[in-house]
């Protein structure tokens, strides 16, 4: 069963620093791409940031990009986000999301951890 | 603002079919099938329904169905039940230094 289990999370202010892990299981994680969904308090989904299997391939929201760092240890099947110049828009749920193999995976979210809340606040 | 266009809310009987669309650009959905649909209910992670336009996940009911017709997406509810109550999200590859779209949300009322 794919477990994944996000954490990290908590009160930071602007312009800070947060570093969010994801723990994951039931799969052969080095093999599949993984992602970041993030969802601002009572608003929508937003596509944060995804890592290739191998983690050399790495793409960012426009609205990250510079500021946030994906990366991920495959001996110790951990995905990360490192958050740095936090702002109060950052303030959301993050989800952790494994990617599926074939066509068009790399945009596909096929498991989701519960999410982890990030506020960034002064 | 998102990416994608959808109705901000939908309503049906159970029972009824219901239709979500998904409106974007050729940059997007008119260019590429790679469509996703997700259902989230309050407080739980999203959950992937339909992927590549029209492909359901193992165990995702066969009531769900996806389809496409130029730049406009759809998700398809038949017999619908009120468990299926919940906000609907449509995502898409998009052509774009931000590759992955999400719509706005649609809330499913079941009557």
């Known amino acids: 069963e794919v477990q994944l289990l996000e954490s990290g999370g908590g009160l930071v202010q602007p312009g800070g620093s947060l570093r969010l892990s994801c723990a994951a299981s039931?799969?052969?994680?080095?093999?599949?791409?993984m992602s970041w969904v993030r969802q601002a308090p009572g608003k929508g989904l937003e596509w944060v940031s995804t890592i290739s299997g191998s983690g050399g391939d790495t793409y960012y929201a426009d609205s990250v990009r510079g500021r946030f760092t994906i990366s991920r240890d495959n001996s110790k099947n951990t995905l990360s986000l490192q958050m740095n110049s936090l702002r109060p828009e950052d303030t959301a749920i993050y989800y952790c999301?494994?990617?599926?193999?074939?066509?068009?995976?790399?945009?596909?979210?096929?498991?989701w951890g519960p999410g982890t809340l990030v506020t960034v606040s002064s | 603002q998102s990416a994608l266009t959808q109705p901000a809310s939908v309503s049906g009987s159970p029972g009824q079919s219901i239709t979500i669309s998904c409106t974007g650009t050729?940059?997007?959905?008119?260019?590429?099938?790679?469509v996703s649909w997700y259902q989230q209910h309050p407080g739980k992670a999203p959950k992937l329904m339909i992927y590549?336009?029209?492909n359901r996940p193992s165990g995702v009911s066969t009531r769900f169905s996806g389809s496409k017709s130029g730049n406009t997406a759809s998700l398809t509810i038949s017999g619908l039940q009120a468990e299926d109550e919940a906000d609907y999200y449509c995502t898409s590859y998009r052509r774009s230094s931000t590759r992955v779209g999400f719509g706005g949300g649609t809330k499913l009322t079941v009557l």
């Open positions: 999301a494994k990617c599926p193999l074939g066509p068009g995976g790399t945009v596909v979210f096929d498991y």
């Open positions: 590549n336009v029209s």
């Open positions: 050729s940059s997007d959905i008119g260019g590429y099938n790679y």
């Open positions: 039931g799969f052969t994680f080095s093999a599949y791409a």
